[in-house]
């Protein structure tokens, strides 16, 4: 079942914040978060295990709330170089725990 | 390290052709997947493999083949090209199934 993320897109200035959504319709065990930019292939950010936890790296940081089977990634302060496309890939518990299913991705644009 | 390499970069093709893109990984990883990647899509998992000798089917796998007789490569191959296969392809690899996957290059692939 692919998640799904929102916005689908958002524009920033430089310096202001922005939250990506990604949202299961099944129990979430992890979730992986990874940054594309154009014309490369995507990279990743953090990766959230099923308990809560909160992760950051950079100014970016992320949620995991098991209960509502959703994810945030938190975009904070955001600089020309957070421009991309957001992908979140969930494991879903109690299935298959080898594959990853990545939302549509959410494209940051961070202007000056 | 080249951590992984795919070939070719981009690959023009006749509709009924037959192709192998080629994947490869230096970091003895034992997972490795193939995606397609096309616009509002997202990543979608075609074939992957949770260690050598051993290969599975994603979510779009119709028309592609795999194999994965070593641990270093992982080829993919379209026996008899389409239109609707155009799209960019990426291997990625994984210490074990399931965990942070990095991505290749990408092969962006047209067929006509």
């Known amino acids: 079942q692919q998640p799904v993320q929102s916005p689908q897109a958002v524009i920033l200035r430089e310096g202001e914040d922005a939250v990506i959504n990604c949202s299961s319709s099944?129990?979430?065990?992890?979730v992986h978060w990874y940054r594309q930019k154009h014309g490369e292939a995507p990279v990743f950010l953090m990766i959230?295990?099923?308990?809560?936890e909160q992760k950051g790296h950079e100014k970016i940081s992320a949620s995991f709330n098991e209960k509502k089977q959703q994810s945030s990634l938190y975009l904070t302060a955001s600089q020309l170089s957070y421009s991309g496309t957001y992908f979140c890939g969930t494991k879903n518990s109690g299935g298959s725990n080898y594959k990853l299913t990545f939302g549509k991705g959410t494209l940051l644009t961070v202007n000056p | 390290i080249a951590g992984i390499t795919q070939a070719p970069t981009s690959q023009i093709l006749a509709a009924g052709r037959r192709m192998t893109l080629r994947c490869t990984q230096d970091?003895?990883?034992?997972?490795m997947y193939w995606y397609r990647q096309d616009l509002g899509l997202g990543l979608r998992l075609i074939h992957y493999s949770n260690t050598a000798g051993t290969t599975g089917k994603g979510e779009v796998p119709d028309g592609y083949s795999v194999s994965r007789a070593n641990t270093d490569d992982f080829p993919l191959t379209l026996a008899s090209a389409v239109p609707s296969q155009t799209s960019v392809y990426f291997c990625?690899?994984?210490?074990?199934?399931?965990?942070?996957?990095?991505f290749g290059p990408g092969t962006r692939l047209l067929v006509l």
């Open positions: 970091m003895r990883h034992n997972a």
């Open positions: 099944k129990a979430l065990y992890s």
């Open positions: 959230l295990l099923k308990g809560g």
């Open positions: 990625a690899s994984s210490a074990q199934p399931g965990e942070t996957q990095y």
